[in-house]
């Protein structure tokens, strides 16, 4: 018997596999070129990454945004700051200033 995988590649066997058509053979039973294979043939540089960043509703781009509470305690106030998660929009794509290398590329750089 066998168990589907997870998607973050889980243990156990994995699914018997199907002869013929449906599969990513090209002609005469060859392996076809896949997408991951093509955009490595591309170009081994990376001119943009994702953010780290985020906007909150004010327009203004942080990290990580803290409101201040007022807290009373035995007939203290005390202020205290409370981080905010809600409401905040990521960056998205941001453009490098100059090209990387990226992490997947099969090659030794500098030998030692």
Same mark, same amino acid.
């Given at each position: 018997p066998w168990r589907q995988r @997870? /998607?973050?590649g889980g243990c156990g066997p994995s699914p018997p596999r199907r002869r013929g058509g449906g599969g990513p053979e090209g002609? !005469? !039973? =060859? =392996? #076809? %070129?896949g997408p991951?294979?093509?955009?490595? #043939?591309?170009?081994?540089l990376? +001119?943009?990454?994702? !953010? @780290?960043m985020y906007y909150d509703e004010d327009g203004d781009l942080a990290h990580e945004f803290y409101e201040e509470t007022i807290v009373t305690k035995n007939g203290r106030k005390r202020a205290k700051l409370k981080r905010i998660h809600k409401? %905040? $929009?990521?960056q998205g $794509? +941001? /453009? %490098?200033?100059?090209?990387r290398i990226h992490v997947d590329f099969p090659v030794i750089i500098c030998e030692v």
């Open positions: @997870s /998607k973050s002609p !005469g !039973g =060859q =392996q #076809a %070129l991951a294979r093509a955009a490595r #043939a591309a170009t081994p990376r +001119v943009t990454r994702r !953010g @780290s409401n %905040l $929009i990521p $794509i +941001v /453009k %490098l200033e100059h090209p």
